[in-house]
Structure formats: structure tokens, C-alpha cells
């Protein structure tokens, strides 16, 4: 019996999948998804702990800023504050700030006028920047604070709220205002007041005040066109400058020194007129010690001065004639036997007395006399010598004192004795010139007594009680004429 092919089992392929692989395959993606997802889940984890640090971090820094740091919604309530808003408004913490808005934290104009900015920030969208705002708090306490507040913005561009910044810049307020007052008092001041830089050459000027102006004449570009020594000017050819005054040098010098400095200048004025100019430099110096700037205060004391000499000559000089009175007689009779002492000199002293001044007085008014009087003092100046000195008693007393070099030999006492008589005889002439009194011609006659240093004393009182003296004999012997101390010749 024939038989067929026998059966043999049929294989899968090699790469055929079977169902256990197809699970393995399911298994590993399930796998790698797993792993995905715990993946991002940790990412995600690690991503909420990094913004939640950095939330705390920000927040940290907030509540740490010396700045008032805040945000509000757009009826005016914060949202948020950090711990100097707090401060500043004077609550325990930002937390009692939320909710509330500054109608109700600032009293009166002040919480309605931040309310109405912030309210005009929302409406506008516009941000305030740097507004200086006084701040008040519901203590009362007084700070002044420079502000920034922005619009916030959603996404459709709609404004939601405000952020704002705010710095404490009291110290600088009160800072800038104390600089306002001192340059509103340099403004202001009736002393010119002028300042240069000693950091380069010949200190030039960099500021004067209206008072400079208005008393030198010359204006602020004029001034700042040079250096200081310009206005420094001093007339040194003045007769009524001090012999021993240093004038703009003992500035200068200051100035070299940097020290504080004075001094009294007669400066010009623009127009040049002269004034008297009381002068102080003291230095400005950085943080560092070193000078900078040197500030100048110049007082015109040209009435003080005047003043002064006024009361000066009133005590010393006779108030009708201008002549010197007893108290200058007396000092330039010191000064002139103190040169006589020293040398070849004899010191004349005339007692010179008006014969008919009580018949003037008693006829014509004692303005007319007035009148004799200054035109005697006139006239006797015009007889003398610079270096000799007339001087009024007072009523019709006159004294003239004089120095005269006394050669050697034993007529030299005699001869000068003869020329002092020579110079007074030239005084009475001259005086007897007719003078017109009211509506009478005058002549003025006067008896003179005269003693002599060192013959007839050594002191200014005993020689001025001998000529005196010398004067009534002169009187006795008929007016008009002129007598020496007792002893000596009659002339």
C-alpha cells in the first residue's frame, strides 16, 4: 500500500512577533512613559519648590528694602506692602495694610491727595515719576518721600492697579533747603560777597552777589571776567590812608597762607568813585582739608568811616574854625618836644588873643563875630608852615606852636627869638586887613606873648601858662603888639 508524504510541524518564521514579545514591547514603552512622567512630575516639583523660593526670595527682598515698596488695586486698597510701608505709615505689619486704601491711613489733604494722584494714574495710565510728596502719617510724623507709581496692565491692556516705590529723602529735603536759605541769605546780603577757586591760576571768580553789583557798579560777567586781585585794587596814594596799612597784601597773603584775612582797601567803583571797602577772605575747603574756594565779604563803611572821622575831628578840632582844639594842641605840642629834644631845635609857642572881639560881638551880633573869628584861623594858616600848628582855645584865644633849628654860637638864642617875632609881626599885619562885618570894614588887631622851649620851660603846660603870661604883658603894653615870656626883650 502506497503511501503518502508523511506530516511534518509547521514553524514560525524567526522574525514572525509572537504575543509575548508584542507584551514585552508594550511593557518597556509603558515603561518609558513612566519614567517620562515621573520625570516631568519631578521637574515639575523641582520647578513649584524653585518659584516658591524665588517668591519667598522676592518677597525677602521686598520686605528688606528701605524703600516703601506697595500695590493697589484700582479702588485705591493695597494688595500688597512690604515691612518699610508699614513703617512708614506707622502699623505693626504689612498685613493691616491690605484692604485699606490711604483716605484711611493719612489724615485729611494728605491721604486725599495721594488718592486723587493714584486715581489720575489709573484714568491716564500714566505713570508719576519722582514726585516729591510731603508725608504725614496718622502719628503726625513729618517725612518727606519721592515717589514712583506705575500702571498695571492685564493683557488686554486694561489698567488694574498701581505699583509704587517711595524713598525717604527727608535728610536730603531739609539738606537742599538749608542750602536755599544760605544761598537766599547770600542773595540777599548787603555785603558784596564774591568767591574764587584756588585750584587754578590766578584765582579767578566764580560768583558775586547782587550786593557786589549794586556797590562796585560792575556786573556778574564783568566780576567773573578775571581773577580776584582785579577787584582788589587799592589807592595807596590816598592822603587819608593809614601810614601802617597793609592794604590788599595782608589778603593776598591770607590767601597764600589759606587763613582768614582783613582789610580796609579804598577801591573804585566803576563809574570811579572811591569808597572805603572793609575786605574779610576765608577759606572753603573739601572733605579733605584742602582749600578749594576763598569767599570774600566786602562792606562799603564809607558813612561809618566818614562818621568816624567826623567824631574824631569833633574831639580833637574846633567845631567854628576847623582848627585843632587844647586836646590836638596839646598832643602835637608833645610830638614837637619830643623832636626837640632829640636835636637842634627851639619850640616856639605864641599866645595869640583878639583885641576887640567883645566890641565886634556887642555891635555887629555874635554871627559877625563868628564870621572874624574863621577869617583870623583862615588867615593865620595862610602865615605859617605845614609843619607848624594853629590852634583855638577858644573864644578869641588862638596858640601857635613852632619849631626852629637853633645854629651854634651866643646870639643863636636871640637870633631866632628875632625871627619867630619876624613871622608874628607877618600874622598881626596880615590880620589888621580890613574885613567887611555887616556894613562896617573891621580891622583885626591881637596881642601875642610867646615863651621858648627850652628857655622858658620844659613842658608843654608850664610853656603854654608862660606864654600866657608873655601875652598880658603884651596887652598892658597898649594891644597890637608882642611880648616874650619875663626876662627876655619886648617886642
Known sequence: MHSGPSEQPIDNPPDAPTAL????????ALEAENAALRAGIGARLSLARHVADERSLLRTLIDNMPDQIYVKDTTGCFVLANNASADCIGVASPDDLLGKSDLQLFPGECGRQFYDDEQAIIDSGTALVDQLEENVNHNGVHRWFSTTKVPVKDEGGQVI??????RDVTLRVAADEAIRLRNRAIESSLDAIVITSCLKPGNPVVYVNPAFERITGFSFDEATAGGIERLLAHDDDDPAAPADHAGPQALLLAMREQRDGRAVLHSARKDKGKF?????????RDMAGRATHFVFTMSDITKARDSEEKLERMASHDALTGLPNRRMLMDRMGQALAL?????????VAFLDLDRLKFIND?????????LLKSVAARMQSCVRKCDTVARLGGDEFVLISLHSCDAGSDAFARTCLHIGEMLAKIQKVLAEPIMLGDALFSATCSIGVSVYPQH?????????????AMYLAKKAGRDS??????????
Not at 363 to 371: F, K, M, P, R, S
Open 276 to 284: 572805603w571797602n572793609e575786605v574779610r577772605v576765608a577759606p572753603v
Open 482 to 491: 608882642i611880648a616874650f615870656y619875663p626876662g627876655d626883650s619886648l617886642l
Open 161 to 166: 492697579g498701581i505699583v509704587g516705590m517711595s
Open 457 to 469: 620851660g620844659s613842658s608843654a603846660d608850664l610853656l603854654l601858662k608862660h606864654a600866657d603870661a
Open 340 to 348: 626837640a629834644e632829640r636835636g637842634r631845635f627851639l619850640m616856639a
Open 363 to 371: 555891635t555887629q551880633g555874635h554871627e559877625a563875630g563868628d564870621v
Open 21 to 28: 514579545d508584542a507584551a514585552l514591547a508594550r511593557i518597556a
